[in-house]
T-cell receptor
Framework: DAEITQSPRHKITETGRQVTLACHQTWNHNNMFWYRQDLGHGLRLIHY???????NKGEVSDGYSVSRSNTEDLPLTLESAASSQTSVYFC?????????????FGPGTRLTVT | GDSVTQMEGPVTLSEEAFLTINCTYT??????LFWYVQYPGEGLQLLLKATKADDKGSNKGFEATYRKETTSFHLEKGSVQVSDSAVYFCALKASSGGYNKLIFGAGTRLAVHP
């Protein structure tokens, strides 16, 4: 069955270190997204991609970057981790861009920055 | 800008009780509306959606009706079960600068006890 996976599921890192969170989907979806989930804020969009070599900033993109070298993967990099980036991170993908299209979510990565 | 407001939780109910989780939205244009559910330790799953005014989305005994006049999309279930314990997110998707952004409410935690 097609799926979307994230790794690692849990990560503890120190302030200032570079961290990369992996996201892999087997639906062959062109559209992929990264969100962070914080108490009281729901999910907020970090970056998104419409296809290979395409990346765009979301509403909370400062301190994060993504790259899209193939259809299946959209890794999220924290250039220099900060305590404010302690959060749960979700990757999602969708087949279409339209307003009716569904996004499929991965299981999440819990990141703690100490 | 576009936004979603949902009732604060936690909501605590006994099994077989009636559930309502309120959701109101602000959006330009004609958004699509969604309810997502997040079970403990998992990612978000689409529960139901409605794409135009007066549409009713339904799934697993849950229902929500798109009310344009009151800008609301309240989630209801006639008889909840312990297995319905989860966090519920209301979301909208509206066109903004060519990209259809999925905007989430803060989430409402539901706890159902036997």
């Amino acid at each position: 069955d097609a799926e979307i996976t994230q790794s690692p599921r849990h990560k503890i890192t120190e302030t200032g270190r570079q961290v990369t969170l992996a996201c892999h989907q087997t639906w062959n979806h062109n559209n992929m997204f990264w969100y962070r989930q914080d108490l009281g804020h729901g999910l907020r969009l970090i970056h998104y991609s419409y296809g290979v070599q395409d990346t765009n900033k979301g509403e909370v993109s400062d301190g994060y970057s993504v790259s899209r070298s193939n259809t299946e993967d959209l890794p999220l990099t924290l250039e220099s981790a900060a305590s404010s980036q302690t959060s749960v991170y979700f990757c999602a993908s969708s087949e279409r861009q339209g307003r009716n299209s569904e996004q499929y979510f991965g299981p999440g990565t819990r990141l703690t920055v100490t | 800008g576009d936004s979603v407001t949902q009732m604060e939780g936690p909501v605590t109910l006994s099994e077989e009780a009636f559930l309502t989780i309120n959701c109101t939205y602000t959006a330009t244009g004609y958004p699509s509306l969604f309810w997502y559910v997040q079970y403990p330790g998992e990612g978000l799953q689409l529960l139901l959606k409605a794409t135009k005014a007066d549409d009713k989305g339904s799934n697993k005994g849950f229902e929500a009706t798109y009310r344009k006049e009151t800008t609301s999309f309240h989630l209801e279930k006639g008889s909840v079960q312990v297995s319905d314990s989860a966090v519920y997110f209301c979301a909208l998707k509206a066109s903004s600068g060519g990209y259809n952004k999925l905007i989430f409410g803060a989430g409402t935690r539901l706890a159902v006890h036997p």
